[in-house]
């Protein structure tokens, strides 16, 4: 019983990171049309910013979060204003220029730190425990961060100018540039959120997990899985979604083992994509 | 407009079809028989749903309710290719070639995927003379003015030597001049091919000179039927026209 | 309408071959491999050869789909299903007959691919990238949990070398044979699929509405270059674990279908032969960068960006280009037509 808890907290800590990673990849695509195979690279690149300024220049950790939040943002932004914006008619060519993008940006890592993780852990070590369920105050600092992350970006969204610009972009580009919305305008901003949402999480995550120039791989994957999950562009859908799939992958990592979780999940994707194309809380297909 | 059961063996029959987007009717217990190698006009005011009972002829849309048949074949939500099969073929409203492939390629490719071989080309060779499309053989469809284009899209529609052909506006975007062309088409599918042809027009000369009858949409409802002359001098058509110029155009996100 | 004797014929119907010059030259290129063996034992010209020219099969995958605009990131799982299917015949049934087990790794992932084709081919652009992607990881995955099938994490390893016609075909240089072989199966296979069906699938790419509305059913070519893509994936992934000899997962890595991509696209995605430069350029240039560590995956995102930003043909477009001004500038050349300016769409009316 403690156990089903404590994996239940895991999971919810897993379920906040996959939703800040899914609600940036889920905003570009809903925004700019764009799938950003790059996602995993600025996921990296926060968590390495995040090491650099705590561990070799001895910033406070909050500090060296911010850092990397405010770093994967601004190349985000220039990603989008330099490359990004040149093809971005033709989603092909999107989808190379993020693909490349991510290499050149994991080899660069590579270059700079070498190889092998550097010794990086989380400030705040110690375990929170009730009853028999022990979690990770760690964890829990992660949960919160997210959480508010999370709110954020709904606030910005639903609540904001920029927010209702998004959205009707979202819903129909041509119908938001009848209307004279300097669309393009938009589209660095989104980009630099998303990004600088997935510099935060790696920030964020990496010190617990692991911090590897590759770690990047398997973050594109779980991004996939989760908007696929929720539907693509959907907001809402991308936060159920990872919520989900967190807890498939905290349960199924203790009571399963392996790598069946994961396996069951891309199933069930692969499986919800055929009978329900828009995913669980996506609207039509847009066709792309 | 009820034909006889004799006359409506390959005839394109809409029976009380409805659709609706989402709460939206786009149009409401409609109906129209198009006899074989009949002509049929449809005209109506921007928005009044046209393209969309394109969409729904050709397959390309599924009904709310109703359903559309050719002879006795229900075709409606069937695929888009194998209603082609049967013969119903549509045009589209905007140029719709095969970009990077030359005019020769393109006519081709109709010809093959509607698996007719090239002898068909001879019998297409007046029409392609006429329209200028021969000068341009070995160029690339997308160069092309834009209303030679637009007559290549038509002519590929023909190549398939369909039973039924459904026009979406063939003369818009057409100069002037140009439009003399679509006349020389819809005649020659007529006389050469034995066509069936609906005709959705915003031209109402082309629509008086070709169609012996005509059918008015207005909001999606079906306003009046007969011949062009007799309609369009019936003041509920008038109204409808005059009162339909200033509203949005439905048709447009799903053209 | 203008009376009969006025009007002007039809122009003459060309008959174009099957094949065009770009097939040719590939085909020959890729033949020209077997020679190989007989003009050198330097054995890192062989291995050499034989990494390229497993890269370039596996990439034809690619090349096959991108016929209809498709991106496909499946490569590596139906490579898996090829590799794999060799290894247990050969393990598990003694089966080591080279043409058999050749036959086998095309039909099992073609085979493979046909439901899954019918599943997934109604799914447009993004959503197909994003699918095959899913559908390598599920296979990867697959690998490390189907153990008794598979091996799991340790893979199959110790199968016997192939035979042909009883023939042991054992070392360096007849490795590279078999590889050989199998690439020239699989390029001839792509050659003649991709140009017998030219029309679907360039009027697929170009326009799959005007297609279906004359009468083309979109999806079943899809579904048949998706099966016969996966085929020669298949043969890509025999060629791979017998030069291996061993057959694990780490071959079929879901990220590797970014290379087998990026040899398309930087070699020219426009034409077979690109295909086949991509890979010769990029896998050689990823032996020269080895050896300051592993820097061959920044190259080739910088390849690709460079290449989409500046020369969507890649190096074949740009090739090409460079020898139509070659031949412009020479003043034997015939004087070309100027081509009719486009005419902007103008008073289209939705």
């Known amino acids: 019983m403690d156990n089903l808890i404590a994996t239940g907290l895991i999971g919810i800590s897993l379920g906040s990171q996959y939703a800040l990673l899914a609600l940036g990849f889920t905003l570009i695509f809903g925004i700019l049309g764009v799938v950003n195979f790059a996602h995993g690279g600025f996921y990296v690149m926060g968590g390495y910013v995040a090491y650099y300024c705590s561990v070799v220049l001895g910033l406070p950790f909050p500090v060296a979060v911010l850092a990397a939040t405010l770093a994967t943002a601004a190349l985000g932004w220039l990603f989008e204003m330099i490359i990004l914006e040149r093809v971005i008619e033709d989603h092909q060519a999107t989808l190379m220029v993020t693909m490349g993008f991510y290499l050149v940006m994991a080899t660069a890592i590579l270059l700079l730190f070498g190889p092998e993780s550097p010794e990086f852990s989380f400030p705040i070590t110690g375990v929170w425990r009730a009853g028999g369920a022990y979690v990770p105050y760690a964890n829990m600092v992660v949960i919160g961060v997210c959480l508010a992350a999370i709110v954020f970006v709904y606030w910005l969204i639903y609540r904001s100018g920029i927010g209702r610009a998004m959205r009707a972009m979202a819903e129909d580009r041509a119908v938001a540039s009848a209307l004279g919305m300097r669309t393009r305008a938009l589209f660095p901003f989104a980009f630099a959120l998303a990004t600088g949402l997935a510099g935060l999480t790696g920030a964020l995550v990496t010190p617990i997990l692991a911090l590897a120039p590759h770690v990047g791989d398997p973050v594109l994957a779980f991004s996939f899985l989760t908007v696929i999950l929720g539907g693509l562009g959907s907001v809402a859908g991308a936060t159920v979604a990872a919520f989900i799939v967190g807890m498939v992958e905290a349960y199924a990592a203790v009571y399963l083992g392996g790598s069946k979780g994961a396996l069951a999940l891309f199933v069930l994707v692969l499986l919800i994509l055929v009978v329900r194309p828009q995913g669980l809380l996506g609207r039509e297909v847009r066709r792309a | ?255 | ?350």
């Open chain 3, 1 to 350: 309408m203008s009376n009969q004797a006025s009007i002007r014929r039809l122009p003459q119907a060309r008959r174009p071959a099957l094949l065009g010059g770009y097939e040719w030259a590939t085909l020959g290129l890729v033949g020209f491999a077997f020679a190989v063996p007989v003009l050198t034992r330097n054995p890192q010209i062989l291995s050499q050869t034989n990494l390229i020219l497993i890269a370039a099969t596996a990439a034809l995958g690619v090349y096959i789909m991108l016929r209809m605009d498709l991106m496909s990131f499946a490569v590596p799982a139906f490579m898996a299903i090829g590799g794999y299917t060799v290894a247990v015949l050969s393990l598990k049934l003694g089966v080591t007959d080279v043409i058999l087990l050749g036959v086998a790794a095309f039909v099992m992932p073609a085979l493979c691919a046909v439901p899954l084709g019918w599943l997934i081919l109604r799914l447009k652009g993004v959503y197909f990238v994003l699918v095959t992607f899913v559908l390598t990881e599920i296979v990867q995955l697959l690998l490390f949990e189907a153990t008794p099938l598979t091996g799991g994490s340790n893979g199959l390893v110790g199968m016997p070398a192939v035979t042909l016609f009883g023939i042991e075909l054992m070392d360096n240089s007849q490795v590279l044979l078999t590889t050989a072989g199998l690439a020239f199966a699989g390029f001839t296979i792509t050659a003649l699929f991709t140009r017998y069906f030219r029309y679907e699938f360039t009027a697929i790419e170009k326009n799959d509405v005007l297609a279906e509305s004359l009468g083309l059913a979109c999806w079943r070519y899809k579904a048949l270059a998706f099966s016969v893509a996966a085929g020669v994936s298949g043969l890509a992934g025999f060629a791979l674990v017998n030069m291996l000899l061993t057959a694990h997962p780490t071959s079929f890595a879901p990220m590797s279908s970014v290379s087998y991509i990026t040899y398309t696209i930087v070699g020219g995605k426009g034409a077979i032969l690109g295909t086949l430069a991509g890979a010769a350029l990029l896998v050689t240039a990823t032996d020269l960068f080895a050896l300051k560590g592993e820097l061959s995956p920044g190259l080739f995102g910088l390849l690709i960006i460079v290449v989409t930003l500046v020369a969507r043909g890649g190096v074949i477009g740009l090739a090409a280009k460079a020898a139509g001004r070659l031949r412009r500038a020479s003043p034997a050349a015939p004087a070309r037509v100027a081509p009719i300016a486009a005419v902007p769409a103008r008073g289209v009316k939705s």
């Open chain 2, 1 to 255: 407009m009820s034909a006889s059961l004799a006359a409506s063996a390959g005839a394109l029959r809409a029976d009380s079809i409805s659709k609706a987007f989402g709460g939206l009717k786009v149009f409401h217990d409609v109906s129209f028989t198009l006899p074989p190698a009949g002509l049929l006009g449809v005209i109506g005011p921007n928005g009044a749903g046209k393209t969309t009972m394109i969409n729904i002829m050709s397959g390309r849309l599924p009904l709310s309710s109703g359903q559309v048949l050719l002879g006795d074949t229900r075709i409606d939500g069937r695929p888009v290719y194998a209603n082609a099969d049967q013969g119903l073929v549509r045009s589209f409203q905007q140029t719709a070639t095969f970009a990077g492939s030359s005019v020769e390629d393109n006519l081709i490719a109709a010809l093959r995927f509607a698996k007719r071989d090239r002898s068909v080309l001879e019998r297409l060779a007046p029409l392609l003379d006429r329209f200028g499309l021969i000068e341009c053989w070995g160029r690339h469809a997308e160069v092309l003015p834009y209303g030679l284009q637009k007559m290549l899209g038509l002519t590929m529609a023909l190549a398939t030597q369909p039973k039924m052909l459904l026009l979406d506006e063939p003369a818009a975007g057409l100069e002037k001049s140009e439009r003399a062309n679509i006349d020389a088409y819809v005649g020659f599918a007529q006389r050469e091919f034995g066509c069936g042809i609906l005709l959705v027009e915003h031209d109402m000369d082309l629509i008086r000179r070709l169609c012996p009858q005509v059918i008015v949409l207005d909001g999606g409802r079906l306003i009046a039927a007969g011949p062009p002359g007799e309609v369009l001098s019936r003041k509920d058509v008038i109204d409808a026209y005059l009162g339909g110029a200033d509203e949005e155009d439905a048709d447009a996100q799903h053209s």
